[in-house]
T-cell receptor
Framework: AQTVTQSQPEMSVQEAETVTLSCTYD???????LFWYKQPPSRQMILVIR??????QNATENRFSVNFQKAAKSFSLKISDSQLGDAAMYFC?????????????FGKGTLLTVNP | KAGVTQTPRYLIKTRGQQVTLSCSPI?????VSWYQQTPGQGLQFLFE???????NKGNFPGRFSGRQFSNSRSEMNVSTLELGDSALYLC??????????FGSGTRLTVV
C-alpha cells in the first residue's frame, strides 16, 4: 500500500520569506500523481499544485513550486514571498494511475504559520 | 462554474441513528469520492463512484455506504452511528485524470 509521510507537523515563516514543506512517499508504481492541498480554517481543501510522475519538469504555480525527486520519492513544496493568507494546513497527497487507484492517500499534514 | 456542493454543512446526531450526506459535483465531473477527516486518523478514503458504479472502497465497516445517481450527485449513508463517527466528511469530484476539487465538507457530531 502506498504511504505518504510529512515529517514536519508544524512550520513557521516570516511574511515575504520562503519556506519549504517536506513530503516523502512510498510506492511500487512507476506512474502516479502527486498533489499539495491547502486547508485553511474554513476547512475547504484547495488544490495548490499537481505533478505527474512521468514529467521530469517540476510544477510551478505562481509563488508555489515543487522539487520532485522521483528516485528519492520526495515531493517538497516551496512557497516564495510568503503571505499571511498562506497560513493553513498543507497536505501532500498521492494517487496512482488507472486500475483501482482512484483515491488519494494523504499525509498527516503540516500546519504553516505566517508571522507578520 | 459552480464548485462542489455538500449539504448539510453541520449535523448533530444521536448515537444509534443514521445519517445521509449529499454531494453535488462540478458539472461534467463523473467521479465523486468521499473522505473522512478526524484529528486522530487524518484524512481517510471512504469510497469512490464513477458513472453510478463504486470503483474503490476504503477500509471502513459496512455501516458506511454510498451511491451515485445518474446526474453524478452522490450520497453517503452511515447507519447505527457511533461516537467515533464524529468527523468532517469531505466530498471531491474529478475528471478521469485531473486533480480533485473538494467541497467545504459536512461536520458530523455524534452525541
Amino acid at each position: 500500500a502506498q504511504t505518504v509521510t510529512q515529517s514536519q507537523p508544524e512550520m513557521s515563516v516570516q511574511e515575504a520569506e520562503t519556506v519549504t514543506l517536506s513530503c516523502t512517499y512510498d510506492t511500487s508504481e512507476s506512474d502516479y500523481y502527486l498533489f499539495w492541498y491547502k486547508q485553511p480554517p474554513s476547512r475547504q481543501m484547495i488544490l495548490v499544485i499537481r505533478q505527474e510522475a512521468y514529467k521530469q519538469q517540476n510544477a510551478t504555480e505562481n509563488r508555489f513550486s515543487v522539487n520532485f525527486q522521483k528516485a528519492a520519492k520526495s515531493f517538497s513544496l516551496k512557497i516564495s514571498d510568503s503571505q499571511l493568507g498562506d497560513a493553513a494546513m498543507y497536505f501532500c497527497a498521492y494517487r496512482g494511475s488507472g486500475g483501482s487507484n482512484y483515491k488519494l492517500t494523504f499525509g498527516k499534514g503540516t500546519l504553516l504559520t505566517v508571522n507578520p | 462554474k459552480a464548485g462542489v456542493t455538500q449539504t448539510p454543512r453541520y449535523l448533530i446526531k444521536t448515537r444509534g441513528q443514521q445519517v445521509t450526506l449529499s454531494c453535488s459535483p462540478i458539472s461534467g465531473h463523473r467521479s465523486v469520492s468521499w473522505y473522512q477527516q478526524t484529528p486522530g486518523q487524518g484524512l481517510q478514503f471512504l469510497f469512490e463512484y464513477f458513472s453510478e458504479t463504486q470503483r474503490n472502497k476504503g477500509n471502513f465497516p459496512g455501516r458506511f455506504s454510498g451511491r451515485q445517481f445518474s446526474n453524478s450527485r452522490s450520497e453517503m449513508n452511515v447507519s447505527t452511528l457511533e461516537l467515533g463517527d464524529s468527523a468532517l466528511y469531505l466530498c471531491a469530484s474529478s475528471l478521469q485524470s485531473g486533480g480533485y476539487t473538494f467541497g467545504s465538507g459536512t461536520r458530523l457530531t455524534v452525541v
